[in-house]
């Protein structure tokens, strides 16, 4: 049944696998040879967000989110997949080169050398895997908007649940307040991750968007 399946997916799937894992690997291989940031990134808000390790849980919910909502896409909708896909490489080339020509980091960290608990313990492992460097633009904020964008057009065309666009949203909010109650990013690589999101939206949902919303307008003006 799973080779059936597989064999059923469109080429073009597979395809855009391949930007997906290079912008992956341009990101590894910055985190493991680039130079000490020179610019370090702090915002006068960043002092007023205290430390808050409860947030490392949608912040690992993260990783599930997002490679969940690929793989439902790969295997259910291929237009929708092609249209994630692309958001999210073209976001993690476009940050890649951000990085590469602006290297930025922060120094927002607590000391967590004797973590209180089994959620300290956690985020002292994950500070331990992923460093403060490369931080500006977000890509947690921009692949939560990724994830949910594709999400509300999946479930718009397939389940037309309410309810499942509203808990996608509660959780891209609470996704993309942990980066800065976990101290992983500055308030600046929030905005500037949410300035590039919308940059993608527009570039790759821009026609179809205006063309929902046309629609829309004409649908609700017949039963006016």
Known sequence: MLRNTLQNIPRRNWLMLIPMGLS??????LERIAPAPRYILHSPLDDLIPFASAFIIPYVIWYFYVTGMGVILFLKD???FVRFASFIS???LIA???YTLWPNGQMLRPDLSSPNGPLETLIQFLYSIDTPTNSS???HVTY???AHTALIRYNRKHRQLKALNITSLILTTFITLSTVFVKQHSVICVVSGLLLSLALY???YGRSAVRYYRAYRSEKAVYQ
């Not at 992956?24 to 291989?29: D, I, K, M, V, W």
């Open 202 to 204: 527009a570039a790759i």
């Open 96 to 98: 890649c080169l951000i």
């Open 24 to 29: 992956g690997l341009y990101f590894y291989l």
């Open 90 to 92: 073209g976001g993690m």
């Open 144 to 146: 939560s908007i990724a």
């Open 137 to 139: 633009p977000s890509i």
């Open 78 to 80: 291929s237009d929708e």
